[in-house]
Structures are given as C-alpha cells and as structure tokens.
T-cell receptor, first 112, second 112 residues
Framework: EPEVTQTPSHQVTQMGQEVILRCVPI?????FYWYRQILGQKVEFLVSFYNNEISEKSEIFDDQFSVERPDGSNFTLKIRSTKLEDSAMYFC??????????FGPGTRLLVL | QKEVEQNSGPLSVPEGAIASLNCTYSDRGSQSFFWYRQYSGKSPELIMS????GDKEDGRFTAQLNKASQYVSLLIRDSQPSDSATYLCAVTPGGSNYKLTFGKGTLLTVNP
C-alpha cells in the first residue's frame, strides 16, 4: 500500500541552525501538508501546498519557515534559524482530490 | 478560534466491550470529519472519514455525525488490547479545503 515517507526520523540541531525536513508524498496525490506536534500537545497545522504554491498557512508558519517541492517526488520543510520552541514531531501528509490526508511517520526535531 | 474538543480520558474498557469516543467542534461550517488513531510516539493513522449526517460503519468501527449538534463520535465494537491508543478527532473548518484542525485526543485503554 502506498505510504508517505519522511527523512530523517530524528534530527538534533543547535539553536540558530537551519534544518530541512524531507517528505515523499504518495505518488498520485496532489495536495501536501506539514503539521507539527509538540510533546504532549495536539497536532497543529502548519501549511498546505498545491500546484507548486502555498494554499494555506497557519500563524505558526512565519518567515522562519518555507516549503518547496524541488522535484517531482520530494516535499521539504525548511526552518531557517531554529529556536528551542521548534522542538517537536513534524508530520508530512498528502491527499488526493477527495481530501483524506495520510500522514508520514514523522521527524522528531530536537533543538538544543 | 475554531476548536475541536475531546475528553482527554483515559477511557478504560474491558476487552470485547464497546468503546465510545466523542468529539464536539465549534465551527458550524465544518465540512469533513475524520478519526485518526495515534500510538505513542507514532503518527496519526486514518481510521474513518465522515461527511454527512448519520452513521458510517467500517468493520468494528462506526462513526456518527450530527451537524446540528456539532458532534462526532466513534464507536469501537469488540474492543481489543491492540486498540489501546489515543484517538484524534479532526475537522476541516468551513472555508478551508486544505487543513485539519485536531482535538487533543482521547486515550483509550482496553484491558485484557
């Protein structure tokens, strides 16, 4: 069964460093998303992406964040200058036109 | 602020019993409703989607939607210890086709 994949599974970085989280959505899906989940808290929407542009973004998704689809398969989330409070699980998701979203396994980001 | 509310639990049921999970949402314009299961440290896994009032059954799971009461529920019949997880209610808010708003989840424990 097709699935969303994410790399790396874990990332440790120093405050102020840039990180890039990578995702390969399900191949025939057209809509891509990033969510985050701080430990013990709910899953929060960051951004959605369709047709090579951002469709919607949350207040969390400020100028520190950017997304890109650099090729036909990858979808990336870049955090330019990480802060301690960026420590969280980051989930990529994708959906077809129906809108049902399927989540990847996540990247656990720890900012020291 | 468009909210999705769930009892955090834990909800404890014996093996073989029916588990009943509830969710309310504040945005009357919400269109799509989903139940996800999340094991500790893992990503949300889709269980069911429901879009119109009434019941929708899939195996041991039944989702119920009442838009007038802004209420979604999930029934799990013949609960198994492997069903022990956090169950997340997610809603697509009115005016958005692109994001899910999640509740904090209900922790379900099925005792053998």
């Amino acid at each position: 069964e097709p699935e969303v994949t994410q790399t790396p599974s874990h990332q440790v970085t120093q405050m102020g460093q840039e990180v890039i989280l990578r995702c390969v959505p399900i191949s025939n899906h057209l809509y891509f998303y990033w969510y985050r989940q701080i430990l013990g808290q709910k899953v929060e929407f960051l951004v959605s992406f369709y047709n090579n542009e951002i469709s919607e973004k949350s207040e969390i998704f400020d100028d520190q964040f950017s997304v890109e689809r650099p090729d036909g398969s990858n979808f990336t989330l870049k955090i330019r200058s990480t802060k301690l409070e960026d420590s969280a699980m980051y989930f990529c998701a994708s959906s077809d036109r129906e809108g049902t979203q399927y989540f990847g396994p996540g990247t656990r980001l720890l900012v020291l | 602020q468009k909210e999705v509310e769930q009892n955090s639990g834990p909800l404890s049921v014996p093996e073989g019993a029916i588990a009943s999970l509830n969710c309310t949402y504040s945005d009357r314009g919400s269109q799509s409703f989903f139940w996800y299961r999340q094991y500790s440290g893992k990503s949300p896994e889709l269980i069911m989607s429901i879009y119109s009032n009434g019941d929708k059954e899939d195996g041991r799971f039944t989702a119920q939607l009442n838009k007038a009461s802004q209420y979604v529920s999930l029934l799990i019949r013949d609960s198994q210890p492997s069903d022990s997880a956090t169950y997340l209610c997610a809603v697509t808010p009115g005016g958005s086709n692109y994001k899910l708003t999640f509740g904090k989840g209900t922790l379900l424990t099925v005792n053998p």
